[in-house]
């Protein structure tokens, strides 16, 4: 398996301001990170797919620009939510691919972000 | 295009009972499916794949079938217990060329065990 770590685990922040959400891989180099974000009553919707040393890919409809995703090393990515809005509340939660078993994902605790 | 369901109501069953959530699939031929446990205010967890040359697969009390004539995946808890309450999600990969590792989720079935 693989043992991801997700932080914060909740955040409150204002409208207008940014968020960081930070992933790590704690048991492996993880070259291929996946976020997710999840409404209430509701399923995992992927994001975008977070390569080390390149680009992220965004899922159709996810404004890149809004969403910043950094992986800047083989344990660590970062997801930013530039001037959060209300409607951007929501449980976002992060995975890598399995080390063994590419197909299979482990994933972080989530983060709960509310934007006043 | 291509949707994956599950029961959205949630399913209450009695304590050792056999527990019993479908999955179904349209418009694809996935190379295999995925259920994953979350519970609330958590990340899923990983429980069991299965390949579409398998027809069962089993892990302790746990056992899933995949019917890719029916497009239809099983997800059985035996003996179940009250720990098992929580939201079970099936997953394929849907990407267009298939191999992939892109996950689509269901809704997921909210499972509770009561005593």
């Known amino acids: 398996g693989a043992v991801v770590s997700q932080h914060p685990s909740w955040v409150i922040c204002k409208s207008g301001t940014s968020v960081k959400i930070e992933c790590r891989s704690l048991?492996?180099?993880?070259?291929?990170m996946f976020w997710y974000r999840q409404f209430p009553k509701q399923s995992l919707m992927l994001m975008a797919t977070?390569?080390?040393?390149?680009?992220?890919?965004?899922e159709q409809g996810v404004e890149k620009d809004k969403f910043l995703i950094n992986h800047a090393s083989l344990t660590l990515s970062t997801l930013t939510v530039t001037s959060a809005h209300p409607e951007d509340s929501s449980f976002y939660i992060c995975?890598?691919?399995?080390?063994?078993?590419?197909?299979?994902?482990?994933f972080g605790a989530g983060t709960r972000l509310s934007v006043l | 295009s291509q949707k994956i369901e599950q029961n959205s109501e949630a399913l209450n069953i009695q304590e050792g009972k056999t527990a019993t959530l479908t999955c179904n699939y349209t418009?694809?031929?996935?190379?295999?499916l995925q259920w994953y446990r979350q519970d609330p205010g958590r990340g899923p967890v990983f429980l069991l794949l299965?390949?579409?040359?398998?027809k069962e697969k089993r892990k302790e009390r746990l056992k899933v079938t995949f019917d890719t004539t029916l497009k239809q995946s099983l997800f059985h808890i035996t003996a179940s217990q009250p720990a098992d309450s929580a939201t079970y999600l099936c997953?394929?990969?849907?990407?267009?060329?298939?191999?992939?590792?892109?996950?689509?989720f269901g809704t997921g079935t909210q499972l509770k065990v009561e005593l």
């Open positions: 995975s890598t691919e399995g080390q063994g078993v590419k197909n299979i994902q482990y």
């Open positions: 048991d492996f180099q993880a070259t291929t």
């Open positions: 977070s390569n080390e040393g390149s680009k992220a890919t965004y």
């Open positions: 418009n694809y031929s996935p190379a295999y």
């Open positions: 299965i390949r579409e040359n398998e």
């Open positions: 997953a394929l990969d849907m990407s267009p060329a298939g191999g992939g590792n892109k996950l689509t």
